[in-house]
């Protein structure tokens, strides 16, 4: 059985940065492809950032590029998330998924999800 804990969310003012980690447990996180999603209040959850089970960046959404960094650490069966020039507009719930096959930044095509860390950024 995989699962994801994800922590390192908190309050952060505009301009600051955060590092969000997502713990894996279970078989074969190497195998996974993974991403990180987020759902700011009144909004449905997007995706924010996928990465490949080789390591390869797939997707990062336009609202993030050049601020948000991914990475996969397979010895610690860690995914990170390095957030940097924050905005208001980055509060949200931000969880990381897991998906076998190739890597996706469509929400129903993964397989095990996290239960979010908050992230609040105030101007």
């Known amino acids: 059985q995989v699962q994801l804990v994800e922590s390192g969310g908190g309050s952060v003012q505009a301009g600051g940065s955060l590092k969000l980690s997502c713990a894996y447990s279970?078989?074969?996180?190497?195998?996974?492809?993974l991403g990180w999603f987020r759902q700011a209040p009144g909004k449905e959850r997007e995706p924010v950032v996928a990465?490949?089970?080789?390591?390869?960046?797939?997707y990062y959404a336009d609202s993030v590029k050049g601020r948000f960094t991914i990475s996969r650490d397979n010895a610690k069966t860690t995914v990170y998330l390095q957030m940097n020039s924050l905005k208001p507009e980055d509060t949200a719930v931000y969880y990381c998924?897991?998906?076998?096959?190739?890597?996706?930044?469509?929400?129903?095509?993964?397989?095990?999800w996290g239960q979010g860390t908050h992230v609040t950024v105030s101007s």
């Open positions: 998924a897991a998906k076998t096959s190739v890597a996706s930044r469509l929400e129903y095509e993964y397989d095990y």
């Open positions: 279970g078989r074969f996180f190497s195998s996974y492809n």
């Open positions: 990465i490949s089970w080789r390591g390869g960046v797939t």
